[in-house]
T-cell receptor, first 112, second 113 residues
């Protein structure tokens, strides 16, 4: 069964710390791995994404690390701020039908 | 450009009732997808419509149905509501079907009592 396992379920970090959210997948055919950020009362919004031929991608304070052999990828937030408090979802695209398979989400709280 | 809009934002129903949720995609977007979001389960894909045709369907019972109109607006219907149907229902739109970057609306929070 195609799954994306996301951990931890929740995370509390002090301002300035580096929260790390991890995702693991099973299907080696997955070809695109986005991260979405969701604030309360809003829908998820694309934050950053990576393809499996790249091991790392940075956009501002957000970095994706990708380990193809381990079938894992993670989101790092540098110099975290209270405004980063949100729920974060990882996903993976199945190229057979272009459907996104979603992780269960991580609720992140950045304490001031 | 206005984003994806969903109505109503909140809804309370009782078991056995039916409900219709509405979604207006971003102007120019012809593909609309629906997702169910529950705590600890993430986003579960319901179905996708493009040009008034259902293109993909997730693993949900037949009580969940949808349709798309010629102006790309979409509705989702749930019949014979169950307590477990309580969730945030998200609509996402994109220019083309099976997009890797759907744009999500704020969702409709459905509570079934």
């Amino acid at each position: 069964q195609q799954q994306v396992k996301q951990s931890p379920q929740s995370l509390i970090v002090q301002k300035g710390g580096i929260p790390i959210i991890n995702c693991a997948y099973e299907n080696t055919a997955f070809d695109y791995f986005p991260w979405y950020q969701q604030f309360p009362g809003k829908g998820p919004a694309l934050l950053i994404a990576i393809r499996p031929d790249v091991s790392e991608k940075k956009e501002g304070r957000f970095t994706i690390s990708f380990n193809k052999s381990a079938k894992q990828f993670s989101l790092h937030i540098m110099d975290s701020q209270p405004g980063d408090s949100a729920t974060y979802f990882c996903a993976a695209r199945d190229p057979s039908n272009y459907q996104l398979i979603w992780g269960a989400g991580t609720k992140l709280i950045i304490k001031p | 450009k206005a984003g994806v809009t969903q109505t109503p934002r909140y809804l309370i129903k009782t078991r056995g009732q039916q409900v219709t949720l509405s979604c207006s995609p971003i102007s120019g977007h012809r593909s609309v997808s629906w997702y169910q979001q529950t705590p600890g389960q993430g986003l579960q894909f319901l179905f996708e419509y493009f040009s008034e045709t259902q293109r993909n369907k997730g693993n949900f019972p037949g009580r969940f149905s949808g349709r798309q109109f010629s102006n790309s607006r979409s509705e989702m219907n749930v019949s014979t509501l169950e307590l477990g149907d309580s969730a945030l229902y998200l609509c996402a739109s994109s220019l083309l079907p099976s997009s890797s970057t759907p744009f999500f609306g704020p969702g409709t929070r459905l509570t079934v009592l």
